[in-house]
C-alpha cells in the first residue's frame, strides 16, 4: 500500500537540508552594521538658535549592540552623545551622524537646520531740543531720545552728527568739538551739541545721523536736525529750518564733522642750509 504521507515527508526533508545549506553559508557571529538616523531637517526662527537639541534617538543596531554618536557640525567641531546641544547662526547648517557599533559597522545620515533671518531692526532717533537758543557757544544737551527693536540678533549702533559750518572755531575752547556724545547699553544717550551759528548766513544745521546693524548686516537708521538760528525772528526760524529739511532729505552728510576734535595750527618747518 502506498504511503499518503511521503510527499510531505520528502518535502520537509529537503527544507531541512536547504535551510541546513543556507545557513552553513552565514558566519557564525556576523556583525550587520547599525541604522543612522539624525532626525528630519528642521527649520529655526532665530530666536531659538541657542540651545538647539541634536536628536539621534532613532539610530539603532540589528544585533542590540550600543552604539556612539558623532556629530560634525559645518565649522568642523564634533559633538557626541546621542542628543547633545548646539548653537547656531543665521542660516542653513548640515550636520553629519556618525554611529558605530564598536564591531566595525558604521552608517552615517545628516540632519539640515536651517535658522531663518529675522526682521530687520528698526531704530529712531529725535532730538527733543531741536532748537539751540542763545547763541551763546556754549554746548546745550539736545535731550536726544532713541529707540531701536531688535528681534534676536546682535547689534550695534553707530552716532554721527555733522553740520552745515566749520565747526572748531568755539571761543571759549578754541580746541573744543561742537558736539559730545555719551552713551548707554551701546546706544547714545545724551548730546551735547554747541550754541554756536556764524555770524551770517541763514544759521546752522546739525544733521544726527543714527545707523543701527545687526551682525548678519541689516541695517536701520534714523536722522534728526537741530537749529542754531542766526536770530529769533520768524524770518530767520524759518530760513534755517528750511535748511534743515533740505539736509534730512537729502540724508548725506553735511560738509562739517561736529566730532571732530580740533587741532592748534603748527608752524611750518624752517628749512636747513641754503639752496
Request: some cysteine; charged content about 20%; proline content about 11%.
Amino acid at each position: 500500500m502506498r504511503n499518503a504521507f511521503a510527499p510531505l515527508i520528502v518535502l520537509t526533508l529537503v527544507g531541512i537540508i536547504a535551510a541546513t545549506c543556507c545557513a552553513s553559508d552565514v558566519p557564525p557571529n556576523q556583525n550587520r552594521p547599525p541604522i543612522a538616523d539624525a532626525g528630519p531637517d528642521r527649520g529655526l526662527p532665530c530666536s531659538e538658535r541657542h540651545g538647539v537639541v541634536l536628536d539621534g534617538g532613532g539610530s539603532l543596531d540589528p544585533d542590540g549592540d550600543r552604539l556612539a554618536y558623532s556629530w560634525a557640525l559645518p565649522d568642523g567641531t564634533t559633538l557626541t552623545g546621542p542628543a547633545p546641544t548646539v548653537d547656531v547662526h543665521v542660516g542653513i547648517h548640515p550636520i553629519v551622524l556618525t554611529v558605530s557599533d564598536g564591531r566595525g559597522g558604521v552608517d552615517v545620515d545628516s540632519v539640515v537646520i536651517t535658522v531663518k533671518p529675522p526682521t530687520t531692526p528698526f531704530v529712531r532717533v529725535v532730538a527733543r531740543r531741536p532748537v539751540l537758543w542763545p547763541a551763546d557757544d556754549r554746548l546745550v544737551d539736545v535731550d536726544l531720545f532713541t529707540h531701536y527693536r531688535n528681534e534676536c540678533l546682535d547689534a550695534f549702533a553707530q552716532l554721527s552728527v555733522t553740520s552745515d559750518e566749520p565747526s572748531c572755531d568755539s571761543w571759549l575752547d578754541p580746541l573744543a568739538p561742537d558736539a559730545v556724545a555719551r552713551t548707554f547699553l551701546d546706544l547714545p544717550s545724551n548730546l551735547d551739541l554747541r550754541a554756536q551759528r556764524a555770524p551770517t548766513g541763514n544759521g546752522r544745521v546739525y544733521l544726527i545721523h543714527l545707523t543701527y546693524t545687526d551682525e548678519i548686516g541689516q541695517r536701520a537708521e534714523s536722522r534728526a536736525i537741530v537749529l542754531v538760528p542766526l536770530s529769533r525772528r520768524p524770518r530767520d526760524l524759518l530760513s534755517v529750518l528750511f535748511e534743515g529739511i533740505i539736509a534730512l532729505v537729502r540724508a548725506e552728510p553735511l560738509a562739517f564733522d561736529a566730532f571732530a576734535r580740533c587741532l592748534p595750527d603748527l608752524p611750518l618747518p624752517v628749512p636747513v642750509g641754503g639752496g
